[in-house]
């Protein structure tokens, strides 16, 4: 709401958009961000386009008790499954999703961000970039190392080698993240890696 009223008077000139920074839309539907329903209602032309992780956010705390009343119930095995639920459903839609529509796979340089037919509906932005059931893993993963440090204590100390090992897994899955994004470097059956990539990372 504060965008759409005073962007207007950030600033003047020849180039300065008379109404503002939002797009026309924005004054319609500025109530879609006040519901941080901005990642499924007017994606693509919506009020503060970034705001879009604010909604995902927001979506994700909503859902966060299914795991966290459990855990603090005492019932560890059922908050930790709904975490790993949780992950598993973005692995599962992410990789249905570029599996349903060729091209996905290539993220913002698909063939249908490329292709101007198509709606914004069909995206890669729209389909799996700012959908909530593609993102919450890390956000799951989250409160799973939450849940670890609480029954283990701060205290708790790591063998020295299983942090050598840990670091360099961890590095590795950082050059197959940054590698994958090659797709020229790789081969036709590699859209696999790409998918594989997305899963890791989205």
């Known amino acids: 709401m504060a965008s759409v009223t005073l962007t207007p008077y950030f600033g003047h000139g020849p180039f300065f958009p008379v109404k503002g920074f939002e797009?026309?839309?924005?004054?319609?539907?500025?109530?879609?961000?006040?519901?941080?329903?901005?990642?499924?209602?007017?994606?693509g032309t919506g009020c503060t386009l970034v705001?879009?992780?604010?909604?995902?956010?927001?979506?994700?705390?909503?859902?966060?008790?299914l795991a966290l009343i459990p855990f603090v119930l005492n019932r560890r095995k059922i908050a930790i499954s709904v975490v790993l639920l949780f992950v598993l459903v973005t692995i599962l839609s992410t990789a249905g999703i570029v599996l349903h529509y060729p091209g996905m796979e290539n993220g913002f340089l698909s063939r249908s961000l490329m292709n101007s037919s198509l709606t914004m509906e069909n995206t890669f932005f729209d389909r799996i970039y700012i959908k909530p059931w593609c993102r919450i893993a890390p956000y799951a993963l989250g409160l799973l190392t939450g849940f670890g440090v609480i029954n283990v204590g701060r205290t708790y100390r790591i063998n020295i080698y299983i942090k050598i090992i840990g670091s360099c897994g961890a590095f590795l899955l950082v050059i197959i993240c940054m590698f994958t994004l090659y797709i020229d470097a790789i081969t036709t059956a590699g859209s696999y890696i790409i998918i594989l990539h997305y899963i890791l990372i989205v």
């Open 23 to 43: 797009s026309a839309e924005c004054h319609q539907y500025w109530w879609v961000n006040l519901l941080y329903l901005n990642n499924f209602i007017k994606t």
């Open 51 to 65: 705001s879009w992780y604010l909604a995902n956010d927001m979506q994700f705390h909503w859902v966060a008790p």
